[in-house]
């Protein structure tokens, strides 16, 4: 017997199809329902909270006390003060901070630090996972939590005066950990003037009008010709892809220093290194004395494939994790058949810091510090704990980002950075960098930036080279010669750093 069945023992009219068709999306649409709150509510929730332009956030920013922000001693950086309006008004404590730490502003909003950490410092993203799902129940929701970075005030103020008035960036890092040490940009600004009630949209429009661009970062937002400090980028491809040894030589190297070297009827020069002579140079040497014609050859051995693959591995081409925005450093804007080079000719000038090539300071720190670690690259980062209001600390670990190079070819690299600076051919180049009594590794580079314009001054290297505990990466805004730019002031910080830390 089949059929619907009444109480009465007659058959109950069948449900009609129409019917079970709409309860049937009834249901799917509250299944739906429920996996969208999940997701939002559950998956998505600490995005949500922590994005700036969140209701709830910007709420928070007017009515929260919000966390204060310290060096990695405790020395307080940015704490809060009444307004003649009895609001909240940060106090920045240390002007050398500007670009990192940024601002917090009722008229124009925040940046920096102040800008990643916002739903933190007001308390609206707890690092309790029980603080988090009781916040909305309890009469005060807001748990503002302090920021320790794990920037040493001292160093990073140091890293300001060598830079003086001139326009550049200074990053220091722990190459074991990716903690950063110093992170500068010149000239920065005292967020103290936009935050002032009174004076703040004046000061703010001058800043927005200042030739010198002291409200961008240089240091993460700053994109620039590499020059040399690339060809250790391409000693890391050269090596880690079997391309060349330390002890590869390329016989026509010497004769085309006099003549040039032709790629594509393109004419490559170096001739400033005469003190070579006629023998061809290996790694070393060709590192040591900045060898255009050497790093050229090296990276049409490796290829415009291979030459964007490993600098890939690198960072390049990718967002780097970091508590900051920072733009993407390239290889190339082309996209030729070649890994993205248009031809050899492309491919050879960016091989030696040139061409197409565009860095920021940062993704030059990451470079040396991954040859300082022994080939393992270190996801930077500026906060290294969060304290809630009861004391209670939340570390930021360390992370591993990748494995770039294995560590036998990562010391190859560090060798020939060490000559560079250590040995009597490197020393007229990179000798300016060496810390006195410690043995120091590094690169200079002098970027040509067309026209009559000075080229860039960079230096990238790290220290002690048998141990580092600091790399570094320095870059002055047409400052001319890397040996007499920056070499100079990157030997004084990491002998700066090294004697807070010995």
């Given at each position: 017997?089949?059929g619907?069945?009444?109480?009465?023992?007659?058959?109950?009219?069948p449900?009609?199809?129409t019917v079970m068709?709409v309860?049937?999306?009834?249901g799917?649409?509250y299944?739906?329902?429920?996996?969208?709150?999940?997701?939002?509510?559950?998956?998505r929730?600490?995005?949500?909270?922590?994005?700036?332009g969140?209701?709830?956030?910007?709420?928070?920013?007017?009515?929260?006390?919000?966390g204060?922000?310290l060096?990695v001693?405790?020395?307080?950086l940015?704490?809060?003060?009444?307004?003649a309006d009895?609001?909240?008004?940060?106090?920045?404590r240390?002007p050398?901070?500007?670009?990192?730490?940024g601002?917090?502003?009722?008229?124009?909003?925040?940046a920096?630090l102040?800008?990643?950490?916002?739903?933190?410092?007001?308390?609206?993203?707890?690092?309790?996972p029980?603080?988090?799902l009781?916040?909305k129940?309890?009469?005060?929701?807001?748990r503002?939590?302090?920021i320790?970075?794990?920037?040493?005030?001292?160093?990073?103020?140091?890293?300001?005066?060598?830079l003086?008035n001139?326009?550049?960036?200074i990053?220091?890092?722990?190459?074991?950990?990716?903690?950063i040490l110093?992170?500068?940009s010149s000239p920065?600004y005292?967020?103290?003037t936009?935050?002032?009630?009174?004076?703040?949209?004046a000061?703010?429009r001058r800043l927005q009008?200042?030739?010198?661009?002291?409200?961008l970062?240089?240091?993460?937002?700053?994109?620039?010709?590499?020059?040399?400090v690339f060809k250790?980028?391409?000693?890391?491809?050269?090596?880690?892809?079997?391309?060349?040894?330390?002890?590869?030589?390329?016989p026509?190297?010497?004769?085309?220093?006099?003549?040039?070297?032709?790629?594509?009827?393109?004419t490559?020069?170096d001739?400033?290194h005469?003190?070579t002579g006629?023998?061809?140079?290996?790694?070393?040497?060709?590192?040591?004395?900045?060898?255009?014609?050497?790093?050229?050859?090296?990276?049409?051995?490796v290829?415009?494939v291979g030459?964007?693959?490993?600098?890939?591995?690198?960072?390049?081409?990718?967002t780097i994790?970091?508590?900051?925005?920072?733009?993407?450093?390239?290889v190339?804007?082309?996209?030729?058949?070649d890994?993205?080079f248009?031809?050899?000719?492309?491919?050879a000038?960016?091989?030696?810091?040139?061409?197409?090539?565009?860095v920021?300071?940062?993704?030059?720190?990451?470079?040396a510090?991954?040859?300082a670690?022994?080939g393992?690259?270190?996801?930077?980062?500026?906060?290294?704990?969060?304290?809630?209001r009861?004391?209670?600390?939340?570390?930021?670990?360390?992370?591993i980002?990748r494995?770039?190079?294995?560590?036998v070819?990562?010391?190859?690299?560090?060798?020939?950075?060490?000559?560079?600076?250590?040995?009597?051919?490197?020393?007229?180049y990179?000798?300016a960098?060496?810390?006195?009594?410690?043995?120091?590794a590094?690169?200079?580079?002098?970027?040509?930036?067309?026209?009559?314009?000075?080229?860039?001054s960079w230096?990238?290297?790290?220290a002690?080279?048998?141990?580092?505990?600091i790399?570094?990466a320095?870059l002055i805004?047409?400052?001319?010669a890397?040996?007499?730019?920056?070499a100079p002031?990157?030997g004084d910080?990491?002998?700066?750093?090294?004697?807070?830390?010995?």
């Amino acid at each position: 017997m089949s059929g619907n069945v009444g109480r009465g023992g007659g058959r109950l009219p069948p449900i009609p199809r129409t019917v079970m068709r709409v309860a049937l999306v009834i249901g799917l649409l509250y299944v739906a329902l429920g996996l969208g709150l999940t997701y939002w509510q559950v998956i998505r929730a600490d995005d949500l909270t922590s994005d700036p332009g969140n209701p709830l956030v910007l709420a928070a920013r007017r009515n929260a006390r919000p966390g204060r922000m310290l060096d990695v001693r405790g020395k307080v950086l940015v704490d809060n003060v009444r307004a003649a309006d009895g609001s909240n008004l940060r106090r920045y404590r240390e002007p050398s901070f500007g670009s990192v730490i940024g601002y917090r502003s009722t008229r124009f909003g925040t940046a920096g630090l102040e800008r990643s950490y916002d739903a933190q410092l007001v308390g609206l993203l707890p690092e309790n996972p029980l603080d988090r799902l009781l916040r909305k129940f309890q009469p005060d929701p807001y748990r503002p939590q302090d920021i320790v970075l794990g920037i040493d005030a001292r160093l990073q103020k140091k890293a300001a005066q060598l830079l003086g008035n001139r326009r550049g960036a200074i990053v220091a890092i722990e190459p074991s950990t990716g903690r950063i040490l110093a992170l500068v940009s010149s000239p920065t600004y005292d967020a103290n003037t936009i935050v002032d009630p009174r004076k703040g949209a004046a000061a703010y429009r001058r800043l927005q009008k200042d030739p010198d661009k002291p409200l961008l970062d240089r240091s993460t937002l700053g994109r620039y010709v590499p020059g040399s400090v690339f060809k250790v980028v391409t000693a890391i491809a050269g090596l880690g892809s079997s391309a060349i040894t330390p002890s590869t030589v390329f016989p026509g190297q010497p004769a085309e220093e006099e003549t040039g070297f032709q790629v594509g009827g393109f004419t490559i020069t170096d001739g400033h290194h005469p003190q070579t002579g006629d023998k061809a140079l290996a790694l070393n040497a060709a590192t040591a004395v900045s060898c255009n014609i050497y790093f050229a050859n090296v990276g049409l051995e490796v290829g415009g494939v291979g030459l964007a693959e490993w600098a890939g591995r690198l960072g390049f081409g990718s967002t780097i994790p970091f508590d900051l925005p920072v733009v993407p450093s390239i290889v190339t804007t082309g996209s030729g058949p070649d890994g993205g080079f248009a031809d050899d000719v492309e491919l050879a000038n960016a091989a030696f810091g040139q061409a197409e090539a565009f860095v920021t300071p940062l993704q030059m720190a990451l470079v040396a510090a991954t040859v300082a670690n022994r080939g393992v690259l270190m996801a930077p980062r500026l906060v290294v704990e969060l304290r809630d209001r009861n004391g209670v600390r939340y570390p930021r670990p360390p992370s591993i980002w990748r494995q770039v190079i294995d560590p036998v070819r990562a010391d190859e690299v560090a060798g020939a950075m060490r000559y560079a600076v250590e040995s009597t051919l490197g020393r007229p180049y990179a000798g300016a960098a060496k810390v006195p009594g410690v043995p120091t590794a590094g690169k200079t580079g002098t970027a040509q930036v067309g026209g009559s314009a000075r080229p860039h001054s960079w230096f990238i290297g790290f220290a002690p080279a048998d141990n580092p505990t600091i790399a570094v990466a320095v870059l002055i805004e047409n400052g001319g010669a890397g040996a007499t730019g920056a070499a100079p002031l990157a030997g004084d910080l990491m002998e700066y750093a090294l004697k807070l830390s010995p």
